[in-house]
């Protein structure tokens, strides 16, 4: 990241402002759409890494991304202008809905509204996980991509699900992927390795209602010698 | 202890506590706010949860609501500052020396290490965000399409979200 160039703090500002202000049910679909499909200031792989630091790390995942996303470009006011944009509009909300307290929550037109609301909003949930999923449980391992190929402006990643579709609609650049996805190959692309524990971790939590400080902390260990040792 | 102090204690306490989300500690939160502190009784903080899940933005904002409640829109600030701040500052350190270590080797089995776990997660968030949400056949259907709709077209979320809301009003 550090060959590209630095965006100002009114891009970090009004970015982070965009993904936060249409944020509904969580704002990582949205950040990731932007930052990754739209803008192109990561790359999918990218994302995967910042997204997972700051997962590791105590606090809300997108606003740690926003703190570090921000700092990496311009130091500790770049932090501050990346989370203000993405906060200020929320918080504004959020806080004049808490003061009407909830009058109009308790109307049934406005409750199954929103319960539709939120059945589409964990849907961009889903689809997001897939797409971060997607490239880890592939066999482009991070430790085997030390050279990578040059990234075309605002292409479509070629890691996304979505480029599966017909390979009429496909820019040209996928067709390496489509390729490999069509030939017997494909099976041997998997990394068995992203795919166990990635299944480790969906399972501890979904199906063992393990917390997730727990999950990872357990976790943890068994990944790092797996991947110390492949 | 002034409500604003007592306030910024909690939520500086939490934020440091939150791994993986702040979802994570939610439960915590309901604890020391309803029965260690009682700020509330747990059905206002159902509905405060409530509220912050239908207003955009980050999950984080519970605690704004609950600040709010506690000590009006200045607690709302401290709290969402208290829950910020520690946890910012530590991931910015962190991410610099991330940068820094790139081509270390310990750093690139550390990530390998954490990216199927972190992929994990997020496809178990997803889960049981489905699970409380889809009660009917009918929102399970939302799901599915939005699913779809976000994986396989380029329709900005957006139209996927107020979709999903006229299809929840039609229904009823």
């Not at chain 1, 311009?74 to 932090?79: C, E, R």
């Not at chain 1, 689809?127 to 990578?148: C, E, G, N, S, Y």
């Not at chain 1, 820019?171 to 190959?185: A, D, H, I, R, W």
């Not at chain 1, 998997?190 to 979904?206: D, I, K, P, Y």
Request: some cysteine; aromatic content about 8%; glycine content about 10%.
């Amino acid at each position: 990241m550090a060959d590209r160039e630095k965006l100002t703090h009114g891009a970090l500002f009004s970015g982070f402002f965009q993904a936060g202000i249409i944020g509904f049910g969580g704002v990582l679909p949205f950040a990731r759409r932007l930052m990754v499909e739209k803008w192109g200031w990561l790359t999918a792989e990218e994302f995967n890494d910042l997204f997972s630091l700051c997962q590791f790390m105590p606090g809300a995942n997108i606003v740690n991304m926003a703190f570090a996303f921000g700092a990496r470009h311009q130091g500790v006011s770049g932090a501050a202008a990346a989370v203000t944009g993405l906060l200020a509009a929320p918080m504004a909300i959020v806080l004049v809905l808490g003061a009407m307290c909830g009058r109009f929550g308790g109307i049934p037109v406005v409750q199954h509204g929103l319960a539709g609301l939120a059945a589409a909003a964990c849907g961009l949930v889903a689809a997001t996980a897939v797409k971060i999923a997607w490239p880890v449980v592939r066999k482009k391992d991070v430790l085997f991509l030390q050279k990578k190929a040059p990234r075309p402006g605002n292409q479509k990643n070629s890691y996304l699900p979505r480029d599966l579709a017909p390979a009429g609609e496909a820019p040209p650049v996928n067709k390496s992927f489509l390729l490999l996805f069509f030939k017997k190959e494909v099976l041997a692309s998997f990394s068995l390795r992203g795919m166990l524990v990635t299944c480790l971790a969906f399972g501890l939590v979904v199906i063992g209602h393990v917390s997730l400080p727990l999950t990872m902390l357990v976790l943890l260990p068994f990944s790092l010698v797996l991947a110390w040792r492949l | 202890m002034a409500p604003l102090v007592q306030i910024a204690l909690l939520f500086g306490k939490l934020s440091l506590l939150a791994v993986g989300g702040v979802n994570s500690t939610l439960p915590a939160i309901e604890r020391e706010v309803v029965d260690g502190r009682h700020w509330m009784t747990a059905r206002a903080f159902a509905q405060i949860f409530a509220i912050a899940q239908s207003a955009p933005g980050p999950n984080m904002l519970v605690v704004v609501l609950v600040g709010q409640k506690v000590a009006g829109v200045a607690g709302g600030v401290v709290a969402a500052l208290a829950m910020l701040l520690p946890a910012g500052v530590l991931v910015v350190v962190a991410s610099g020396l991330w940068e820094r270590f790139r081509a270390a080797r310990w750093r690139r089995v550390l990530q390998a290490a954490i990216l199927p776990i972190t992929a994990g997660l997020v496809l178990a968030a997803a889960a049981v965000l489905v699970e409380a949400a889809d009660t009917s056949f009918v929102l399970a259907a939302v799901t599915a399409a939005a699913t779809w709709a976000n994986l396989r077209t380029k329709w900005h979320p957006l139209w996927v979200l107020a979709g999903g809301t006229v299809v929840g009003l039609l229904v009823w």
